[in-house]
């Protein structure tokens, strides 16, 4: 493991964009897109055949949604810890 520390300016632009993906659209596109699959995945809301088939690959899909949305935070939070400590150890 390399002893070296850096952040360059390219990387600190890319922390705080990756930052912003993360806290802004992505998460809450994943949540909305789970709200709307639960609507979906209602018989009460919409039913048939296909919807059936829907619903039986819906839970799955939505299980994984909800995993990727804990990933992606807790990356965030690693990415922003990593510069955080770079920053502090002078790896300008």
């Known amino acids: 493991m ?3 520390v850096l952040s360059t ?4 632009e890319a922390v705080e964009r990756f930052q912003r993906i993360v806290q802004g659209p992505l998460l809450q596109q994943i949540s909305d897109l789970n709200r709307e ?3 979906l ?3 009460n809301n919409w039913d048939g055949r296909l919807a059936a088939q829907f619903r039986s690959h819906w839970a799955e899909t939505h299980q994984k ?3 990727i ?3 992606l935070e807790e990356l965030r939070r690693q990415v922003a810890q990593i510069n955080q400590n770079i ?3 002078g790896g300008q």
Do not use: H
């Open 2 to 4: 390399s002893d070296r």
């Open 9 to 12: 300016a390219t990387a600190r």
């Open 37 to 39: 699959g639960q609507v």
């Open 41 to 43: 995945s209602d018989p």
């Open 65 to 67: 949604l909800l995993a």
């Open 69 to 71: 949305q804990g990933s």
């Open 87 to 89: 920053m502090q150890a």
